[in-house]
């Protein structure tokens, strides 16, 4: 029950989808209707029968991929879409009437379909893992009843309110990303806005790969300090926060710069002023699509930002190591090591420290790894729907891959099953520790 | 036989005790000039507020350019009066402060947008190209009339009414007045109901009704005025 009350944000996103689909397609309410919920049913199933067959690191990776392919078609349509406003592009004609055709409508709404149902399973999957078959088959029952309800609405919304196929796409994506925001391994945001900060990252060291960043005695302070800007956590959220909103602000202009109907030819005043005035209201209208996906989109931001999701996040628990220098952790006991869940602790040894955590992974194997990684600042991880998050970057990892170095990954740390107990050997962790974790923490504090 | 743009059956309108129009029934063909007199306190301002959609009747049918008033909502009877009706009153309700060319911009923004170069043109039309500076303040009687008149117009109006717009004009000024508005009925083609005191004015008419305590006692058509 409590799974279902969580879909309720989603079904909310699909009522919209649907709503504006219906609105977007007008005068064809059955096929938009039929292809949509086709869609969502096909969704719901495509994505069931992934979870069955393959880990759900592949299933959220391909629904993921599904949405940022949702993206870039956006951001494909906004550019057209200005480009077509300043009145150069009168060859793209046909694209104004491959809109108006009936299968592009049931395309679209299938397509609609089929990521909203992938979002809601996803959901499904991702709170719980019993019972997922029957939520499923109660989902489609509320997808449908939705859609109903929003095709009641869509009659009563008055004329004048029209959606402009550029608009349409972009509520509709917004919607989905909206409702992805929420699930942590479908979030679009964080991903984006950690691409963005790799980008500038590899920019910068390409420019100096190329020596076309002076390195002179005199200037090299003068300059590592303004690059050290580049570096800084805010380059990655503003850029992403760019990309991320472009394309709804594109499309917004492109609707204000639409020309308004030529009425010259037309004699009498009031008449010529009612048909520029209606002329600019329907733009208005138009125009407010759009700004409510920028809305929206500002909402998964947020949600992408402090998500709503609770970590696992224990304290550390201080250990020391015996004569031999070695961390001894049994297994069971107070905290059982082997129930899934990630166990912090704390090693000290004189003015140092270490920070690490054992976690089962889903496999069944016992990994230990520092609560770091080799490129963020050490701000440790949490755990949470099917994997573990860097709290600097937001960088998902899956449960899977946690005990495998790369990347964002947790550093593995070598360790023994002795037993009933796991065995770390206190120097190595030390050491490692200050090797990588501090070594990078230095880097990004000092900008170089 | 023209279409008819008003047409009303047992169109009443009370005000608590007081019947200010009894059952009326009257038929307006399009393009008419339809005087309307009486005594005062005889229903003639009733009759033009319920037909300019600015009240409501108490009872009876009202259908205006084939629309039924009564079944319009507040928005709607808005909607109908800035695009159907043209009003030109005795006090002509001009806003002081504001110029003669931006009092007729005034009803343009309510209409739609306003059109600096259209409201010139409207005044020029009605001979007043050399005031569209001057406030109100600034005009004769006639003059603001005439404001009044390009005011009422500007929105290319179906059906414009007159509640004794020459009540406060010398005799000059009437003339002038009523030949400007036949000469813009001409060019227009508009419907005009006009309620006046005065048979000189009326005698500009197609056809004129009498009104007394709120009922029709008279209908005469301008040929029978001639007669008379």
Known sequence: MATLLKLIPHLFAWFGIVLIMLRGFSGRRSSVMLAGMIGFVIGVTGTFILFRSYPGSVTFGVVKSVLGMSFILLWGCSVVAIYRSTDRAKVMSWGKRLIKTPSTAIIASCLAGVGAGAVCTCRLSAATTDGVAMASVLLLLAAGAVAYIALAFEKRMPEAFKVSPAGMLAIVTALLLFSASSILRLDLFSPLSMKVMKGVHDFVHQFMESILIPDHLFVRSYIWKTI???????????????????????????????????????????????????????????????????????????????????????????VTAGSSGEIIIPKKGEINLEDGKLHKYIFRQGVKEARFFVLMTPAGELTVDLDACAICKPDGYGQAEGSVICYYCKTLIPLETVGKPGGCNPVPIPFTENGDSVVVDGLTLINSWSATVQATARVKEGGK | MAELIIETTNLTRNYGDICALKPLDL?????????????????????????????????????????????????????????????????????????????????????????????????????????????????????????????????????????????????????????????????????????THNQEVAAWGDRTIYLNDGMLVREESRLKVAEV
């Open chain 2, 27 to 195: 038929q307006v063909p399009e393009g008419e000039w339809l005087t309307v007199m009486g005594h005062s306190g005889s229903g003639k301002s009733t009759l033009m507020n319920l037909v300019g959609g600015l009240d409501r009747p108490s009872a009876g049918s009202l259908q205006v350019g084939g629309k039924d008033l009564l079944a319009f909502t507040e928005d709607g009877l808005a909607r109908f009066r800035r695009e159907f009706v043209g009003i030109i009153f005795q006090q002509h309700h001009l806003v002081p402060y504001l110029t003669a060319v931006e009092n007729v911009m005034l009803a343009q923004y309510f209409h739609s947008v306003p059109d600096e170069a259209e409201a010139r043109s409207s005044l020029e039309r009605v001979g007043l190209g050399h005031r569209l500076k001057n406030r109100p303040g600034e005009l004769s009687g006639g003059e603001q009339q005439r404001v009044c008149i390009a005011r009422a117009i500007i929105n290319s109006p179906k059906l414009l009414l007159g509640d004794e717009p020459t009540g406060n004009l010398d005799q000059k000024s009437t003339l002038m007045v009523m030949e400007l508005l036949k000469e813009l009925r001409a060019e227009e083609k508009f419907t005009v109901i006009m309620v």
């Open chain 1, 228 to 318: 050290g800007l580049l570096f800084s956590k805010e380059v990655g959220f503003w850029g992403g926060m760019v990309i991320w909103f472009t394309p709804a602000i594109l499309i917004v202009l492109a609707i204000q710069f639409e020309r308004l109907p030529a009425v010259a030819h037309i004699r009498q005043g009031a008449q010529r002023r009612r048909v520029l005035v209606d002329a600019i209201r329907a733009r208005r209208y138009r125009a407010l699509i759009p700004v409510f996906a920028l809305l929206l989109l500002a909402a998964a931001t947020y949600q992408s930002c402090f998500p709503s999701v609770e970590y696992w996040d224990p304290k550390p628990l201080p």
